[in-house]
């Protein structure tokens, strides 16, 4: 059975940090990608960065470019977002997900909060 289990969000101030988590357990196939995908509230889902299980491949958005970092341990099943230098317009919740032909599986989120 897959699962996605998000942590590490919170309320921050704008200009601090947070580091998501996201542990998973179930992931069998040798290629795939691990996404961040948020949804602010009352908007609609957006990318935000995406990591090949390899690690070789790495990608942001532009909005979070220069302050967000995606990052795996592979000896733990874990994937993490350090977020620096955050913008109240980067509150959402924050979900990972798997890519593999499609993304087809996703935590249940985690919410950050970013005080002005």
């Known amino acids: 059975q897959v699962q996605l289990v998000e942590s590490g969000g919170g309320l921050v101030q704008s200009g601090g940090s947070l580091r998501l988590s996201c542990a998973t357990s179930?992931?069998?196939?040798?290629?795939?990608?691990m996404n961040w995908v948020r949804q602010a509230p009352g908007k609609g889902l957006e990318w935000v960065s995406r990591?090949?299980?390899?690690?070789?491949?790495?990608h942001y958005a532009d909005s979070v470019k220069g302050r967000f970092t995606i990052s795996r341990d592979n000896a733990k099943n874990t994937l993490f977002l350090q977020m620096n230098s955050l913008k109240p317009e980067d509150a959402a919740v924050y979900y990972c997900?798997?890519?593999?032909?499609?993304?087809?599986?996703w935590g249940k989120g985690t919410l950050v909060t970013v005080s002005s």
């Open positions: 179930g992931l069998t196939e040798n290629y795939y990608y």
């Open positions: 997900t798997r890519e593999y032909y499609g993304m087809d599986y």
């Open positions: 990591m090949s299980i390899s690690g070789s491949r790495i």
